[in-house]
């Protein structure tokens, strides 16, 4: 079901849904009892009882404004080599049939917006072809935050020998420098009016959040600000993939407190489905309402 934000429709769609891991390894610092505080509504959409498992999900939005066409964050991708995460590894999944599902050819694209460069935001950047790495889209211009991309490169990057990212960025972001579609920006990059990239640091240097205002409404594409839904009742509690921990809490106090105020829609890279939501301010609590 598409998802209006004033004169923007938005689409979503699946690469794969799968329980991840238990809260508290996944989440640092989660208190003990926050499961069952919290279970009448995280459980079953986001958390699996029969295995204590959280559940997550890799998945791509579609947003179609004024003409453009644009994704935000391309998943992890077929035949990727990541030898440290088994689950992803070598992955030959149906993504481009999802996309045409919602009317999506890989020419259609104009705009690829990635949040940060982890392995399971890039991967749908390149196809393998041929025994070579292209870019999926041809046609796109794919947009990266400079921070980031300094980070990662694997010349001088202070996270080059990080496992997390091992083969991504041969496979998933030096194709499509070399092909030309690469543009490496800063905070308040705006591809189409109404459609921004701003910094929100902490998860990595230069991850960052996309920001979309339309006729009065607006929506923020969080990526990895948060895996779970249970950290908008924790907002102090980061993943264990946060390379700057206080950071990125700062980071997502302060976008949580925005989108309360302006009474944001929150689309997330990994909460299942309905993979989206809005907050409320209840005392000194965030409320997660799921759903537009």
């Known amino acids: 079901m598409s ?16 329980p991840e891991a238990p809260p508290h390894e996944l989440l640092a610092g989660l208190p003990e ?3 069952t505080r919290n279970l009448e509504w995280f459980a079953p959409d986001y958390y699996e009882l029969a295995s204590g498992f959280m559940i997550s999900s890799n998945h791509t939005w579609v947003i179609r404004l ?53 392995l399971d935001h890039v991967g749908w950047n390149t196809r393998l072809v041929d025994n070579r790495w292209v870019p999926t889209f041809p ?10 991309y300094a980070y990662w490169e694997p010349e001088s990057g202070a996270g080059r020998e990080d496992p997390i990212n091992q083969n991504v960025f041969t496979d998933s972001i030096a194709p499509v420098a070399a092909s030309g579609q690469m543009r490496l920006v800063d905070s308040g990059y ?16 230069g991850h960052a959040v996309v920001r979309l205002t ?15 839904p249970l950290q908008v009742a924790y907002p102090d509690v980061n993943s264990i993939f946060c390379l700057d921990q206080p950071r990125a809490a700062a980071t997502r106090r ?16 990994h909460f299942p489905a309905p993979h989206l939501g809005r907050v409320s301010v209840d005392g000194d609590a965030f409320v997660f309402r799921p759903g537009a």
């Open 33 to 35: 009892d926050a499961v």
């Open 190 to 205: 705006s591809p189409v009016e109404g459609l921004t990239l701003v910094s929100a640091p902490g998860h990595t240097p």
């Open 254 to 269: 302060e976008i949580l407190e925005r989108a309360a105020h302006e009474d944001d829609i929150l689309f997330s890279a």
């Open 66 to 118: 004024s003409g453009k066409l644009v994704l935000v964050d391309t998943c992890v991708g077929n035949d990727k080599p990541r030898p440290a995460f088994e689950f992803v590894h070598m992955l030959s999944l149906p993504y481009l049939e999802r996309l045409a599902a919602v009317g999506v050819a890989p020419d259609d694209v104009d705009y690829v917006m990635c949040t940060h460069l982890h």
């Open 139 to 148: 046609r796109a211009e794919y947009i990266f935050s400079r921070d980031d």
């Open 3 to 18: 998802i209006r934000v004033g004169a923007a429709m938005v689409d979503v769609v699946s690469e794969m849904s799968f």
């Open 214 to 228: 339309s006729e009065g409404e607006s929506a923020v594409f969080f990526g990895d600000l948060m895996h779970s």
